[in-house]
């Protein structure tokens, strides 16, 4: 898989939906290899995260984002968790992070389940400029 992107309103939005995982484990998108650290002084450079689970079974979904030194993600390290608050139901919540505060060359997004989450899905939104 791969996000989709489109430019709206001088935005690049990427967007992707995943099927939930099927036991309380970790799952992760595609590659972020779009968000790019530039140098711009003190400015800060913030990066939209949207989720929209279709339900939630069991209690929530924790979503966390990672970073890793290459592009197929073999070795991934946590940036951020809780990007967003654990989503309990479906409808969209989104997160608002400042990049620059987490450099890595590649990201990645992940959610955790706590139970059997496979008849759900997750639509994966991301937002910069």
């Not at 140098?39 to 990066?47: L, P, R, T």
């Not at 966390?64 to 409808?91: H, P, R």
């Not at 989104?94 to 997750?122: C, H, Q, R």
Request: charged content about 15%.
């Amino acid at each position: 898989m791969a996000f989709t992107k489109q430019s709206i309103n001088g935005f690049l939005v990427a967007n992707e939906t995943y099927t939930l995982p099927s036991s309380a484990t970790t799952e992760y998108s595609s590659v972020i290899d779009f968000l790019k650290w530039r140098y711009k002084g003190n400015q800060n450079e913030y990066a939209t995260f949207t989720f929209n689970a279709s339900a939630v079974s069991g209690t929530n979904l924790d979503i966390a984002l990672y970073g890793s030194n290459t592009e197929a993600g073999t070795v991934k390290y946590l940036l951020k968790d809780a990007v967003v608050a654990d989503i309990t139901a479906t409808g969209t919540v989104a997160g608002v992070i400042d990049i620059k505060a987490y450099p890595a060359p590649y990201y990645f997004l992940a959610w955790t389940a706590d139970g059997d989450e496979s008849a759900n899905t997750i639509a994966v939104g991301v937002i910069t400029i």
